[in-house]
């Protein structure tokens, strides 16, 4: 009963996120085609939108009880009727089919086989990890899980779950609220919650980037990307352990990805940028790097447009991005100012902290540095994201210079390196100790932007004979 | 797009051409290393979760998973009952002064009593101590408080003696 339950609280956040994507990008995708796009992303947003309305909900009546999920499902109602009335005003329009698979290459077909087989073993992998650690790694139920609770149990004092007494109580509450969701559904507080959230996350990243892939690139780039995708062993050891780092990775991508089908596009689908917004701000409800990633989204649009395109910036785009951003940042900003409280770094800095001493320290320039390096090529199982092997996937299949010199892609390229620059700031300044701090999070900090550099290679690589654009 | 290259495009979408016109050595070398090194990651993430450990819980059927934390919890439970609403509650331990171990502890009786909130300190009424029972001999309850409550022979509730 509890898992049909739980199911039901996640098929109706997933049909609220699949309703708004089909709504937004109607004019762009229409309503039969790209669905596994489509309601991968809607998995995603739908976690996203309702988090923010049971937060929102939370705040204004005190408690999310029955009233909410009956709310909810009027919400369903609502979206299904408004994309309806939008089908019946344009028609059913007619978009590009993917033309049906007759008879595959014998190496088409290994691939699609391998990706199955890797996709099994990620699902074997995540229950093992899932009945040694049901409560998840020590981030998962000392924060995330704590915060869940929180807002389950807390009653009218749920805002216990931001008190200065707990480490990390700044952190942003989209995985707590969407666990406290799923345990209101339930019923009950249950270890199946967190693990339905990471799992139907997790596959929701995953199949994304395939479907991204095949939209952009075609069905054997896609099943490579989904095999590198499964290269990390970081990726599949922490995709059950219920840390958020997973989930704000589904929405970097899904920013970066939406972003390069905007740019790809001959003529301006501004949905595209507004959907783009929401998930660049719902990266920053979901953890505190969305603000590093949000700022290197920015950051890298102006280089390209200024610098390398040497032309004004448009107002247009922007606004549309920053008209998706805008409802979840509100929101953001409305948690930071009146319920969190500051970050641990703030409120934790040692006696005699100085924060010139740690910038001008050099053995801490090469602590980090050293680290970064590793990261590169380490086959640790819990900590590897092996961007060498990215390298050699690329010696391989061989690189395209003009997908290479495209502006999206030195946008996508310049998000990557501001989000690591970023990261080593913020490293050198910790008053944390660095070696410890380095060791305990450099790998997760990886895993986050891993599916941005899988995606990224995917689309320079040149293998014209598989390419549905060349 | 003329007819000829859409044509082939079709079919190179499709996968529906000749090994030939398919690709070269180095791709074919490409495929396969992605796929081997594919593989090898994820047997290596599945032997991260320890296969016989986990065929064994396996074996015994039916359960729902337990781990470390959730019998933690379910040792904390008794306390719960004591506290009042918006209550903070201190906390002590006999665990050595090892930073992550006493954090661990720490940190999992926060999680234990949600809603209510933990401090490490003893400046309040009432007190979660966890005197494990490999410390040896147990120390005494600190001075001026009382035990109400023994959950298990590790976890004791202590309210602060009103004299």
């Known amino acids: 009963m509890t898992t049909a339950l739980l199911a039901t609280a996640v098929f109706i956040s997933s049909v609220i996120g699949y309703l708004i994507v089909s709504l937004i990008t109607y004019h762009v995708w229409g309503q039969r085609e790209f669905f596994l796009m489509r309601i991968t992303l809607g998995i995603g947003i739908g976690y996203g939108v309702t988090s923010i309305l049971s937060f929102i909900w939370q705040a204004a009546m005190g408690a999310v009880g029955a009233p909410y999920l009956v709310f909810e499902l009027f919400l369903t109602a609502g979206l299904y009727w408004a994309l309806r009335k939008i089908m019946k005003q344009g028609g059913d329009l007619q978009f590009p089919v993917s033309p049906g698979t007759r008879k595959k290459s014998p190496w088409v077909l290994l691939l699609q086989a391998s990706l199955w087989g890797t996709i099994l073993l990620g699902v074997i992998i995540f229950v093992f990890g899932t009945l040694i650690a049901p409560s998840g790694m020590w981030d998962a139920w000392m924060v995330q899980n704590r915060t869940a609770r929180f807002f389950y149990l807390g009653g009218e004092y749920w805002t216990s779950a931001f008190s200065p007494l707990l480490v990390s109580a700044d952190y942003p509450p989209l995985v707590g609220m969407s666990i406290a969701r799923l345990w209101r559904y339930a019923g009950h507080e249950t270890i199946f919650g967190p693990v339905f959230f990471a799992f139907t996350i997790t596959a929701a990243l995953a199949g994304f980037l395939i479907s991204a892939i095949i939209y952009l690139r075609g069905h054997a780039f896609a099943y490579i990307a989904g095999l590198i995708l499964f290269t990390s062993s970081a990726f599949l050891v922490f995709a059950p352990a219920q840390l958020a780092d997973i989930p704000v990775a589904f929405y970097f991508l899904a920013t970066i990805v939406l972003l390069r089908i905007y740019e790809n596009n001959a003529t301006p689908q501004w949905a595209l940028l507004i959907l783009a917004g929401t998930t660049a701000a719902l990266a920053l409800w979901t953890k505190n790097e969305g603000w590093l990633f949000l700022i290197a989204v920015f950051i890298s649009h102006f280089i390209v447009v200024l610098i390398l395109k040497k032309k004004p910036v448009q107002m247009r785009p922007l606004m549309y991005f920053i008209l998706g951003l805008l409802p979840v940042i509100l929101t953001v900003l409305f948690f930071k100012f009146v319920f969190a409280p500051a970050h641990d770094f703030v409120r934790h800095q040692p006696d005699g902290f100085s924060l010139a001493d740690q910038l001008l320290n050099p053995s801490r320039y090469l602590l980090i540095a050293q680290s970064y390096l590793i990261q590169l090529y380490d086959l640790t199982p819990d900590r590897s994201t092996p961007l060498i092997a990215l390298f050699l996937v690329v010696l391989f299949f061989g690189i395209n210079p003009k997908r290479l010199n495209s502006t999206s892609f030195i946008s996508g390229f310049l998000v990557l390196l501001i989000m690591l620059g970023g990261e080593f700031v913020i490293y050198l300044i910790t008053p944390n100790d660095l070696q410890w701090q380095v060791s305990s999070s450099i790998h997760r900090l990886f895993l986050q932007i891993w599916p941005i550099f899988v995606f990224e290679t995917m689309m320079s690589i040149n293998m014209p004979q598989l390419d549905r654009n060349d | ?163």
């Open chain 2, 1 to 163: 797009m003329p007819r000829s290259v859409g044509a082939k495009a079709t079919r190179i979408v499709t996968g529906n051409i000749s090994e030939e016109e398919f690709m070269n050595w180095r791709i074919k070398l490409g495929i396969v290393f992605v796929i081997f090194f594919s593989f090898f990651q994820s047997f290596r993430a599945l032997g991260y979760y320890d296969p016989p450990d986990v065929w064994k819980r396996m074996q015994r059927g039916g359960q729902v998973p337990v781990d470390s934390i959730i019998i933690y919890k379910k040792n904390v439970s008794c306390v719960i009952p004591e506290l009042q609403p918006d209550q903070v509650v201190g906390f002590i331990t006999s665990v050595p002064n090892n930073k992550q171990q006493r954090d661990a502890i720490y940190h999992m009786t926060q999680f234990a009593i949600v809603p209510f909130l933990l401090d490490d300190s003893l400046d309040h009424d009432l007190v979660i101590a966890y005197f494990p029972n490999r410390v040896k001999p147990k120390p005494d309850f600190p001075a001026g408080f009382l035990m109400i409550r023994q959950c298990t022979d590790e976890v004791f509730l202590l309210r602060r003696n009103a004299q």
